[in-house]
């Protein structure tokens, strides 16, 4: 992690939380100085509190706005979710600059 500067960290969102694993990786890491953009899958809960709980366990990180798509359209409108995904990269790059 010492070599990137920017990280994306993707999850499902299960009942407005992230999995346990995704918590032990940000806590084996060092985030200071870093940009951290979320993103996750959903069934209806969309970012919930993440980005907070991010921000809270990556201390002195800057955390981005997320992006939050519903597991079902992933899956089956694919079209539809690769627009979505590529409009918010387009955002994220902007950022990046």
Known sequence: MADYDIVFIGYPNWW???????????????????????????????????????ANACKRAMVEKGFAIRGAIAQSKQDEARKSVLSWLEKCSRLCR
């Open 16 to 54: 407005g939380d992230m999995p346990m694993p995704v918590y032990t990786f940000i806590e084996k890491h060092s985030w200071a100085g870093k940009m951290i953009i979320p993103f996750c899958t959903h069934e209806g809960s969309g970012l919930s509190g993440t980005e907070k709980y991010i």
